[in-house]
């Protein structure tokens, strides 16, 4: 297959519960890339991609990469950190856009803002999207949430599952909007 000038991926993080959280609270991330997207939400594109996984708040775990609690907010910046992880090892030079629901996460991930909490897990994707920078056109754009945007709505179903610590239903079965 020839290569793409420019993929997609899309990024979300879910919490069932985001007041009063902390390190047990129970939050996923996921994320999924698609060739062939418009970006206008209609579901055209081809989801090549899709990983998806529990906040990690533990800082004995392997896996832990800064997340003090499970929250709506680590889990977006979860979703960014793996999914700019996945690009550094396995997406070579091509073009990106990065499409999330939470501009939090894109602006403190691009560096526009600063982080107030959880800042070792900010630094954390700060340094990841500047890497990525590096090696390649990186961009990220807003999409609303909630709103019937099939890959968005992917990227949320992903993510839901795994707070729930349930596996995702394949792509072919999964109707956008069902988490």
């Not at 996921?30 to 906040?55: A, M, R, Y």
């Not at 982080?115 to 990841?128: F, G, H, I, S, T």
């Not at 056109?137 to 949430?145: D, S, W």
Request: net charge positive; charged share 25%; proline share 3%.
């Amino acid at each position: 297959m020839p290569s793409p000038s420019k993929i997609s991926i899309y990024v979300d993080g879910s919490c069932e519960e985001n007041k009063n959280v902390t390190s047990e609270t129970s939050a996923g991330w996921g994320f999924c890339v698609v060739i062939g997207d418009t970006g206008l939400g209609k579901g055209q594109g081809e989801i090549t991609i899709e990983k998806s996984g529990k906040v990690i708040t533990e800082n004995k775990s392997k896996e832990f990469i800064g997340a003090e609690v499970g929250s709506n907010n680590t889990a977006e910046l979860c979703a960014l950190a793996h999914a700019l992880k996945w690009l550094i090892v396995e997406a070579g030079d091509t073009d990106v856009i990065i499409r999330g629901d939470s501009q939090y996460a894109l602006n403190i991930g691009s560096s526009i803002w600063k982080a107030k909490a959880n800042k070792e897990l900010a630094l954390y994707v700060q340094k990841l999207w500047n890497e990525v920078s590096s090696i390649r056109n990186l961009t990220n754009e807003h999409v609303k949430a909630h709103r019937g945007h099939r890959w968005n709505e992917r990227a949320d179903h992903l993510a839901y599952r795994a707070m729930q610590g349930k596996e995702p239903l394949p792509v072919q079965f999964w109707k956008p909007g069902k988490r």
